[in-house]
């Protein structure tokens, strides 16, 4: 299966810690997006790649958050000193343009 | 700033019931609207995704449509099972500009046998 492949799916970290998340997209897709969902609520989003270029950035990505996408393939999401308020699934999608977004299995962080 | 709204939040029927799921956004500019089904704890999968120029896409028994001039469009589960219990969720990307998806909270659906 070539989907959206998120790993981990999960993760428990000490508040205060750096934890990092990768998204590999579906092959063929230039655009990358990362969402978080707390529970009861739909998908917010954070920030958006086209290719290797982040374009767009949520006003919730604080300063202790950071998303690459090295090469225009993988992503990676870095939180920096985590917080009891980070706790929430961190979703990544891929699409080719503007058409149907494929979201990946979720990252569930829980920091303690 | 867009806002999308589903209702009902949760909606509960017996197996074999035909039914409708909402979703309104308030900015009418939208380029495409995508539903998408979440089951407990996992990721999206997405169902429909209709373009602001077309009225409805239909997948098996599913069939959803959109009104745009009024912000709103329905998902239409013909005959539902109890593997469609699930939360369905709506999401609106702007004509120009953001490239985001606004999301509704979703409606909680159970089908019960």
């Known amino acids: 299966d070539t989907g959206v492949s998120q790993d981990p799916r999960h993760k428990i970290t000490k508040r205060g810690q750096n934890v990092t998340f990768r998204c590999d997209p579906i092959s063929e897709h230039n655009r990358l997006y990362w969402y978080r969902q707390t529970l009861g609520q739909g998908p917010e989003f954070l920030t958006y790649?086209?290719?290797?270029?982040?374009?767009?950035k949520s006003r919730l990505l604080s300063d202790r958050f950071s998303a690459e996408r090295p090469k225009g393939s993988f992503s990676t999401l870095e939180i920096q000193r985590t917080e009891q308020g980070d706790s929430a699934m961190y979703l990544c999608?891929?699409?080719?343009?503007?058409?149907?977004?494929?979201f990946g299995q979720g990252t569930r962080l829980t920091v303690v | 700033k867009q806002e999308v709204t589903q209702i009902p939040a949760a909606l509960s029927v017996p197996e074999g019931e035909n039914l409708v799921l909402n979703c309104s956004f308030t900015?009418?500019?939208?380029?495409?609207l995508q539903w998408f089904r979440q089951d407990p704890g996992k990721g999206l999968t997405s169902l429909l995704l209709?373009?602001?120029?077309?009225r409805e896409q239909t997948s098996g028994r599913l069939n959803a449509s959109l009104d745009k001039s009024s912000g709103r469009s329905t998902l239409y589960i013909a005959a539902s099972q109890p593997g469609d219990s699930a939360t369905y969720l709506c999401a609106v990307r702007k004509e120009g500009g953001s490239e985001k998806l606004v999301f509704g909270k979703g409606t909680k659906l159970t089908v019960n046998p």
């Open positions: 900015d009418s500019a939208i380029y495409n």
């Open positions: 790649f086209q290719n290797e270029a982040q374009l767009e």
């Open positions: 209709i373009q602001s120029s077309q």
């Open positions: 999608a891929s699409s080719r343009g503007r058409y149907e977004a494929f």
